[in-house]
């Protein structure tokens, strides 16, 4: 049984994280890494992280129903395309680093905040409907790789897709994105179990803090809306890109 102060940490980390990762990403940047100095092999911190994932979906899946904001259709058939990818990601990271992969990451991340800050003529903020279209579906292929891989800044890459590609306001992307990440993260975590890579203990402590963080993630997303998103995901990209480019 871990020490006491070990599951006030994780449970802070926790909350910290899926308030994070509902309305920006890269929440996984900050619980990876307090999994590793408590102790767990980076495989184990990957796998027990993957816990924490799917339960902190789970509270945001259902904590945006309960406030009407809901179109599992849609969210569904994304998730589909994202199992293939999510199945082989997860295979390869109990067998490989993933230190080059980081860095690819770093560079999309620094495109992703450009994007955000140039202005665009036709604004989605105002689309409140799914543009279904085949670039969108076909991203979530390589975005279930990566998710399955290592989860680290995949919310990131989803709203990037669903808001560009599908022209989505930032509420509704969120609202996707928990719901696709729920469903790759079943069969990534069913093979880091199989492969025991999970510290069961302080997974669930994890996973508290992190249900409890997107439980409030969502109705905070709801109701301050696009622009204060904006500004958390902009800030949040910036300090996972300095990251993984090692710059501190």
Same mark, same amino acid.
């Given at each position: ?170 509420? @509704? ?7 696709? /990440?729920? =469903?790759?993260? *079943?069969?990534? +975590?069913? !093979? &880091? ?34 622009? @204060? ?7 949040? /990209?910036? =300090?996972?890109? *300095?990251?993984? +480019?090692? !710059? &501190?």
């Amino acid at each position: 049984m871990p020490e006491i102060y070990t599951i006030i940490i994780l449970f802070l980390v926790g909350c910290a994280a899926g308030f994070i990762n509902v309305n920006a990403g890269g929440g996984s940047s900050i619980t990876l890494p307090a999994l590793i100095f408590l102790g767990l092999d980076a495989s184990v911190a990957n796998g027990t992280n993957r816990l924490a994932i799917l339960i902190q979906n789970i509270s945001a899946v259902r904590s945006f129903k309960q406030e009407d904001y809901h179109d599992f259709k849609t969210s569904f058939k994304l998730s589909l395309f994202t199992l293939p990818g999510a199945i082989a990601g997860a295979i390869i990271a109990t067998k490989i680093g993933d230190e080059l992969f980081q860095k690819i990451l770093a560079v999309i991340m620094i495109g992703i905040i450009i994007s955000i800050l140039i202005p665009r003529n036709n604004n989605p903020d105002d689309n409140d409907t799914v543009k279904s279209n085949l670039p969108a579906y076909l991203s979530m292929i390589g975005i279930g790789f990566y998710g399955g891989f290592i989860q680290v800044g995949v919310g990131f890459l989803l709203m990037a897709s669903l808001r560009y590609l599908m022209k989505l306001n930032l509420v @509704l992307v969120n609202m996707h994105k928990v719901f696709i /990440v729920l =469903i790759y993260t *079943v069969p990534a +975590l069913l !093979i &880091f179990i199989v492969t025991d890579n999970i510290n069961w203990v302080m997974g669930i402590v994890l996973a508290t803090g992190s249900a409890t963080g997107a439980w409030w993630a969502a109705k905070f997303s709801i109701k301050k809306g696009e622009k @204060l998103i904006k500004l958390i995901l902009i800030v949040a /990209v910036f =300090i996972m890109a *300095v990251k993984l +480019l090692g !710059i &501190f």
